[in-house]
């Protein structure tokens, strides 16, 4: 997934499993989070909920490959492709392409 943002303009962390995405996102100052589709899909909602209990206004988008309609809760935004990822994280935080 670190090949999809530009290095000039995001520093990417990664998790190996959702526990660790939730310390990395405790452990450093995090603009957003994508939650890739390699977590299983109850796994990485569950993170999205748990960091929107602790960090509430961090925007958390999920990659999903299969579009299944609604989006889970503590999840801001879904991409269901890596090239749709780009463009719905810098709506989310507010940045023009």
């Not at 100052?29 to 899909?41: G, M, P, Q, R, Y």
């Amino acid at each position: 997934m670190r090949g999809n943002f530009p290095i000039r303009e995001y520093e990417v962390l990664s998790a190996s499993t959702p526990e660790d995405a939730v310390a990395v996102c405790f452990s450093n100052h995090i603009s957003a989070v994508v939650l890739d589709s390699e977590f299983s899909t109850e796994a990485g909602w569950s993170a999205a909920q748990t960091l929107k209990m602790v960090k509430p206004n961090l925007p958390v988008m999920l990659l999903l490959k299969s579009a299944n309609g609604t989006v889970p809760s503590g999840v801001d935004a879904v991409a269901h492709n890596h090239s749709h990822m780009l463009p719905q994280l810098r709506s989310l935080l507010g940045s023009e392409e």
